[in-house]
């Protein structure tokens, strides 16, 4: 079965450096990854989806990039606040409405 | 845009009991996915319907079920509740068809005593 695996369990980074967090995958490749902040004792938000023909995708202070060779996804915040502190779920999504498989996600913590 | 609700909030049970759990999704969506979220284990995937039919189902035992009504509004049931079953479960709707990106509600916290 698929594996989504976040390989930080925690990130810790000073404000105003990037982030960059990991997400890699086995198996098949998606027809998307998506990204998802959730805050403690919040359901996760939706952020950013790549596709698979995608190489990157950009919206304000995030990017996101697609290897299908490497089978990974890198997600960065650029000039990162203490505001971005929450934890980021990498989900994948092979699309024919098969189901959305999420990683255990990466918590970030940005120091002022 | 309204957006996804889940009642109750809180809830406490003990063991041997039951539960049922709602969802109300975003107005249109016709998809409706639960998940199990536990400290240890992540967010779990329970079972997904689409216009009152069950379309996935993940790896829960069965005492763990779900609906779908005409109105899209759905529910979760969970019988003979072990220790174990402690979590926050998450309804998610999905409306756009081929991207399956998932709205989330806040979620209902379930402790069983």
């Known amino acids: 079965s698929q594996k989504i695996e976040q390989n930080s369990e925690a990130l810790n980074i000073q404000e105003g450096k990037t982030a960059t967090l990991t997400c890699n995958y086995t198996?098949?490749?998606?027809?998307?990854l998506q990204w998802y902040r959730q805050d403690p004792g919040r359901g996760p938000v939706f952020l950013l989806l790549?596709?698979?023909?995608?190489k990157e995708k950009r919206k304000e202070r995030l990017k996101v990039t697609f290897d299908t060779t490497l089978k990974q996804s890198l997600f960065h915040i650029t000039a990162s606040q203490p505001a971005d502190s929450a934890t980021y779920l990498c989900?994948?999504?092979?699309?024919?409405?098969?189901?959305?498989?999420f990683g255990t996600g990466t918590k970030l913590q940005v120091i002022p | 845009k309204a957006g996804v609700t889940q009642t109750p909030r809180y809830l406490i049970k003990t063991r041997g009991q039951q539960v049922t759990l709602s969802c109300s999704p975003i107005?249109?969506?016709?998809?409706v996915s639960w998940y199990q979220q536990t400290p240890g284990q992540g967010l779990q995937f329970l079972f997904e319907?689409?216009?009152?039919?069950?379309?996935n189902k993940g790896n829960f035992p069965g005492r763990f079920s779900g609906r779908q009504f005409s109105n899209s509004r759905s529910e979760m049931n969970v019988s003979t509740l072990e220790l174990g079953d402690s979590a926050l479960y998450l309804c998610?709707?999905?409306?756009?068809?081929?991207?399956?990106?998932?709205?989330f509600g806040p979620g209902t916290r379930l402790t069983v005593l």
């Open positions: 998610a709707s999905s409306g756009r068809e081929g991207t399956d990106t998932q709205y």
């Open positions: 198996n098949y490749s998606p027809a998307y």
């Open positions: 790549i596709r698979e023909n995608e």
């Open positions: 989900a994948h999504s092979s699309g024919g409405y098969q189901k959305v498989t």
């Open positions: 107005s249109g969506h016709r998809s």
């Open positions: 319907y689409f216009s009152e039919t069950q379309r």
